[in-house]
């Protein structure tokens, strides 16, 4: 799989999408829809020419292993502390928070890595299986760009994980209480976060790029610009 939407226009913003597993043409369609320039990234000399990054959504245990297989972890985690925006959905947020609730673990008993930088602790397929999945409208704040009229988001969740802890300067910009329909055993009656962000750095929990939204992507668009 490639795809690259470069240009020599260096006003419109060059965005990477990891794409070691999970959705990556879903957002980097959503992304090209909002003008960025899109490239796949899947080694260090990609990243390196990056102005932001999106971590789609997929299996956080196997983007684990693979970011290491491919020497991409530690390039990652360097980015993400010298300041790199980066948005990361439903595993996106899973591998930029700094704790798993419930990590999984390999044969010999070692939990998953995250690459952290987002001081939250997150919890894996939190609202339960596939079959659990749903879709809500959410209250989402600074979605709107300043001046404009802020409207509910659309939102889809897919064996998607919350938000159990957030650290000192994280923000919470949505949150979701299940219905009583799709209750089940590990859900309890509290509101749970489901998107967060910390300066450079924004996760959610839902999946903006199935669904045809857009406003995510713009944010983090406008979060690369540093209008955000």
């Known amino acids: 799989m490639t795809f690259d939407s470069t240009s020599p226009t260096s006003s419109v913003p060059l965005i990477g999408v990891l794409a070691l597993q999970g959705d990556v043409r879903e957002h980097a369609r959503a992304l090209e ?12 000399s990609e990243l390196a020419s990056v102005d932001g990054l999106v971590i789609p959504g997929g299996e956080s245990t ?28 439903c595993a ?36 339960g299986r596939q079959v ?7 209250d989402f704040h600074g979605l709107a760009p300043a001046g404009e009229l802020e409207t509910p988001l659309h939102a889809v969740f897919i064996r998607a994980p919350w938000v159990e802890r957030v650290g000192p300067g994280v923000e919470v910009l949505a949150s979701v209480k299940l219905p009583g329909a799709v209750q ?19 996760a959610t929990s839902f999946h903006p790029e199935v669904t045809g939204e857009r406003r995510i ?3 983090f668009i406008r979060m690369i610009r540093g209008e955000a």
């Open 33 to 44: 829809e909002c003008g960025a320039r899109v490239i796949a990234v899947r080694r260090p």
């Open 62 to 89: 196997t983007m684990d292993k693979l970011s290491r297989i491919f020497g991409m972890r530690e390039p990652l985690m360097e980015r993400i502390a010298a300041g790199m925006p980066v948005y990361g959905s």
């Open 92 to 127: 996106g947020m899973i591998m930029l928070a700094t704790e798993i609730a419930d990590p999984a673990t390999d044969q010999a008993g070692n939990p998953q890595q995250t690459l952290g930088g987002l001081d939250i602790t997150v919890r894996r397929n939190a609202f």
């Open 132 to 138: 659990d999945s749903f879709e809500t409208e959410l």
């Open 184 to 202: 089940n055993d590990r859900i309890d009656a509290e509101v749970r976060a489901v998107a967060v962000r910390s300066q450079h750095l924004l």
């Open 217 to 219: 992507h713009e944010l």
